[in-house]
């Protein structure tokens, strides 16, 4: 009787340590494959990042060498790309173009409306390549200070970016402003982007700055 009951016992303990080696197992498999999907997922964050930064900067480039034809190329084929001369966008009133109507009109001499001048309230009237030149590439934003998805420059205009283009990534080239200003007179430059087909294209270009 003795012999059955030891007998007994012995296969119980085997059958738990079996079963607890198993649920061990599948705790690790479990954990292994958790690091593995977060491993992933920074893989892909780092790509995006880096994807979305080398376009930022070759936007930058294009913008700095006066190359509008290759600016074009970088605008949403489908939703085209919105200008707005400080942080708050106005989708009614912001100047708005496709990428057809882009190339059609950076070559000429027609004269766009962009907005209105902060301080004057006076309208702001010039060409494709004036606006560029004066406005939207006003310092050497190439060597700005980079981000992605976050704000820099804060002044004290409303800045609804994220409520406009809620599903877009943006970058923010920001230039420091000087002491003998206080600062006050830094500049940023925003490139909003959407992806494509596994492309980021400029769905919106905002300049900001310290208004009055």
């Not at 016992?9 to 999907?37: M, P």
């Not at 990042?49 to 294009?62: F, G, H």
């Not at 009237?125 to 200070?145: E, P």
């Not at 500049?187 to 700055?209: A, H, M, S, T």
């Amino acid at each position: 009787m003795k012999k059955l009951l030891l007998s007994i016992f012995v296969i119980s303990l085997v059958a738990c340590t079996k079963e607890s080696n198993k649920s061990a197992d599948k705790k690790n498999d479990s954990t292994s494959q958790t690091k593995v999907e977060n491993s992933n997922s920074d893989k892909t964050d780092i790509s995006k990042e880096k994807i979305i930064k080398e376009t930022n900067d070759n936007v930058l480039k294009a913008l700095k060498n006066h190359d509008y034809k290759q600016f074009a190329e970088f605008i949403h084929p489908e939703k085209g790309v919105r200008f707005s001369m400080y942080a708050f966008v106005d989708p009614k009133e912001d100047k708005h173009f496709s990428k057809a109507d882009f190339e059609k009109y950076h070559p000429t001499k027609t004269i766009f409306t962009w907005g209105t001048l902060d301080g004057s309230g006076d309208l702001y009237k010039a060409t494709i390549d004036d606006y560029f030149v004066k406005w939207v590439y006003s310092k050497d934003f190439v060597t700005g200070q980079f981000s992605l998805n976050q704000f820099q420059g804060k002044g004290n205009s409303l800045n609804n970016l994220k409520e406009i283009y809620p599903k877009a990534d943006f970058t923010e080239n920001f230039i420091k402003g000087s002491q003998a200003n206080a600062e006050m007179d830094w500049k940023c430059l925003r490139l909003v982007f959407e992806e494509l087909q596994g492309k980021y294209y400029l769905v919106g270009v905002i300049n900001d700055q310290w208004t009055i």
